[in-house]
């Protein structure tokens, strides 16, 4: 029973043919190859794209559910703030003067924008 374990835990390593244990350590040839094909560097991908504008309409969403903001206001706040953490930080002043059709924002939809999203 013991023999089925061990050469159950026994892997054969396909760049120089050594067999390693499960949970040994790569081969040097292995860990070679690993690196070298590591070292390029990664591409922006369609997909990722497609997320980050899947994000930017939740937020958007998000902040339009605010009574008195609408999607147009909520655009504006979403230009301006990437990030909710960026917007989180932001103190309420700063996000009054948010201009939205050429008027700022306003301080009391500021400081609702500021209790909904800290």
């Known amino acids: 029973m013991s023999d089925s374990i061990a050469e159950e835990s026994e892997l054969t390593c396909t760049a120089c043919g050594t067999v390693m244990k499960l949970h040994g350590k790569m081969c ?18 369609p997909k990722v794209l497609r997320l980050h504008s899947a994000r930017v ?4 969403a998000m902040i339009s559910a605010i ?4 999607p147009v206001r909520a655009q504006a706040i979403v230009d301006r703030y990437s990030t909710f953490t960026a ?25 609702a924008v500021c209790r909904c999203v800290r």
């Open 67 to 70: 009574p008195g903001i609408g």
């Open 57 to 60: 309409e939740a937020r958007v």
């Open 28 to 45: 040097g040839k292995a860990r070679a190859k690993k690196a070298v094909g590591t070292a390029a560097k990664p591409r922006v991908l």
């Open 87 to 111: 917007l989180r930080g932001a103190p309420a002043c700063e996000i009054a003067k948010v201009i939205i059709k050429k008027s700022p924002l306003g301080h009391e939809l500021a400081a």
